[in-house]
Structure formats: structure tokens, C-alpha cells
């Protein structure tokens, strides 16, 4: 499966932006899907996972009540909407995914998924 992340841009601090992930070339609903970020000079980090159905979430505590990851598997693409986003968030956001076979829990590292996107700049201005 080849993914896509999108919608990245500049925000002022407290604002709001949707990220999405499109797939293409497999049967979308059979991977879980997961958000990461990678701020300049740190490592890539969990921010959020969701099961192919959409019907169970995860999230990295720093997002928990902001962020909030939803798909729709007929559009092949998964959703990334964060809210009050800080300055510190400032960060290339990856999506990834993994076939939903091969995992029992939503996987929170990196070294579990399979497939990656490029990935779409989030710049949050003070």
C-alpha cells in the first residue's frame, strides 16, 4: 500500500488543521494506520492509531483531548484533525501502516508499521 499524508501547513498557536493520509494500491480496511511526527533535531514520535474499522483509537498522552483520528475506509484515507496546537508541535507528520492481521493491539512504535508516506510539514507560530 502506498500512502500519502497531506494538508500540513502554518497555524498560529491555538489553531486548528486536518491531516490526512490517502492510500492506494490495497484493500485499505485491512490496515491499521498510524500517526506520527518528528519535530527538528528529536526522534519521531507516536501521536495517534487507529483499527481498520475505525472503531478503536490510541492516542500519545500529549494529544489525548486535542487530537482525534478517524477514517473512512470508502475514501481509502485516514484523518488527523488537531486542535490547540502549541509551538512546541512544530513537526513533519508521517502517516504509516500495517496489516491489522499481524498486530493484536494498536501498535504505538514506529518499528511496527510497515508502510510509510511522505510526509506534510506542520509549522505552529507563536
Known amino acids: 500500500v502506498q500512502l500519502q499524508a497531506s494538508g500540513g501547513g502554518l497555524v498560529q498557536a491555538g489553531g486548528s488543521l486536518t491531516l490526512s493520509c490517502a492510500a492506494s494500491?490495497?484493500?485499505?480496511?485491512?490496515?491499521?494506520v498510524g500517526w506520527f511526527r518528528q519535530a527538528p533535531g528529536k526522534e519521531r514520535e507516536f501521536v495517534a492509531a487507529?483499527?481498520?474499522?475505525?472503531?478503536?483509537?490510541a492516542y500519545a498522552d500529549s494529544v489525548k483531548g486535542r487530537f482525534t483520528i478517524s477514517r473512512d475506509n470508502a475514501k481509502n484515507t485516514v484523518y488527523l484533525q488537531m486542535n490547540n496546537l502549541n509551538p512546541e508541535e512544530t513537526a513533519v507528520h508521517y502517516c504509516?501502516?500495517?496489516?491489522?492481521?499481524?498486530?493484536?493491539?494498536?501498535?504505538?512504535?514506529?518499528?511496527?508499521?510497515?508502510?510509510w508516506g511522505r510526509g506534510t510539514l506542520v509549522t505552529v507560530s507563536s
Open positions: 504509516a501502516a500495517v496489516p491489522s492481521i499481524l498486530t493484536a493491539a494498536l501498535p504505538i512504535t514506529l518499528s511496527r508499521y510497515h508502510y
Open positions: 494500491g490495497g484493500t485499505f480496511s485491512r490496515y491499521t
Open positions: 487507529i483499527s481498520r474499522s475505525g472503531g478503536s483509537t
